[in-house]
């Protein structure tokens, strides 16, 4: 009983992954507010708000260099451009 306990509770907090929209559609019948999921086509990630599946993100998300290494390239270019 304690794993079938374990299991729903880990059930209800995955990331459902398809393919298409069409494919999760057929499997997920009757979607609850807060699901995630993430389709193939396109890589992304959708959210239900409880009426419609909407995109989590628009856009992908890029990541942002390290504020360290801004500065240690900037100064590596004035050494070039002094020369």
């Known amino acids: 009983m304690h794993i079938q306990s374990l299991a729903e509770a ?3 907090r995955t990331v459902l992954r398809f393919a298409v929209s069409t494919a999760r559609d057929i499997k997920v019948t009757a979607p609850v507010a807060g699901m995630i999921c993430r ?3 396109p890589k ?3 959210y239900y708000t ?3 599946w ?3 993100a628009p856009a992908p998300v890029h990541k942002a260099k390290h504020e360290k290494h801004k500065k240690h390239a900037r100064g590596v270019r004035g050494v070039r451009g002094a020369s």
Request: without cysteine; proline residues 0%.
């Open 10 to 12: 880990v059930d209800g």
């Open 39 to 41: 389709l193939s086509t």
């Open 44 to 46: 992304r990630y959708w």
């Open 50 to 52: 409880g009426s419609i």
């Open 54 to 56: 909407t995109q989590l």
